[in-house]
């Protein structure tokens, strides 16, 4: 299975109405992960460093306000929600770092995030990077532990399989969804623990009660890779990201 670029989707956020943000500019919000072939970083590490690189993006002083990026982070969330995860190795992660942009680490991750672009005007140094062959596992005598006390967690939709790069650019969605639910102290709050977070797929017989509505939900639109539907619940946590969660404090 190749990664693909994740749809679009619809914020939950007062901005236009979709048939509205269709007709406006398009910008896709690009992410690079350090993919050596000797040394990949496991799924769940490249998962949730990818969720924390966007939200230090929208929470960079560039992003908002008169900072330089602020003007296209708007124009960006003013039409269709998009992210494009594309890897890198040797000389062409380099590269990656001459550009403006941020990189978030995990245990082993590392993923650089960009200020987003026209959908059609992608710098060169990022276009020529490959958006498939970003195939990751964790470690198979390795077992997830739960999540951490006071966690917010992405939970993942178990009946689905997307390869590692759409995933990553879900679970970046579901972040985003997390953030804009937050005001400004709880933003802050989170952004001092270097947005802690967890990520983890949901057991089958759970998924139908985290997918009820009562949590954020990313939904892909199903263009590519799997049918139109839920992707990933976003589940509050009690120390961080104080939204809606399902499981006692």
């Known amino acids: 299975?190749?990664?693909?670029?994740?749809?679009?989707?619809?914020?939950?956020?007062?901005?236009?109405?979709?048939?509205?943000?269709?007709?406006?500019?398009?910008?896709?919000?690009?992410?690079?992960?350090?993919?050596?072939?000797?040394?990949?970083?496991?799924?769940?590490?490249?998962?949730?460093?990818?969720?924390?690189?966007?939200?230090t993006l929208l929470a960079d002083p560039r992003a908002s306000g008169d900072g330089e990026w602020a003007e296209l982070v708007h124009a960006w969330e003013d039409a269709r929600i998009r992210k494009v995860v594309r890897r890198a190795r040797g000389g062409e992660w380099r590269k990656t770092g001459e550009l403006p942009g941020i990189t978030v680490t995990g245990e082993h991750a590392e993923v650089r995030v960009f200020p987003p672009v026209p959908l059609d005007g992608w710098p060169k140094e990022l276009a020529k990077l490959q958006v498939s062959g970003t195939e990751l596992s964790d470690p198979q005598d390795v077992v997830l532990a739960a999540p951490g006390e006071g966690l917010p967690v992405l939970w993942l939709n178990p009946e689905l399989e997307m390869s590692a790069g759409k995933t990553m650019a879900q679970t970046g969605h579901a972040a985003q969804l997390a953030w804009w639910r937050l005001d400004e102290a709880q933003r802050k709050e989170w952004a001092e623990s270097g947005f802690a977070l967890a990520v983890r797929t949901a057991e089958p017989a759970r998924w139908s009660e985290l997918s009820d509505g009562r949590l954020p939900l990313v939904h892909d639109a199903g263009f590519t890779e799997i049918a139109p539907g839920p992707t990933v619940a976003v589940e509050g946590g009690t120390r961080y990201c104080p939204t809606p969660r399902l499981r006692r404090p």
């Open 1 to 55: 299975m190749t990664t693909s670029p994740s749809e679009p989707f619809d914020p939950p956020s007062p901005a236009a109405a979709p048939v509205d943000r269709d007709a406006r500019p398009q910008y896709v919000l690009p992410l690079v992960v350090h993919l050596e072939k000797a040394d990949p970083p496991a799924r769940t590490d490249a998962l949730e460093t990818s969720a924390r690189a966007v939200l």
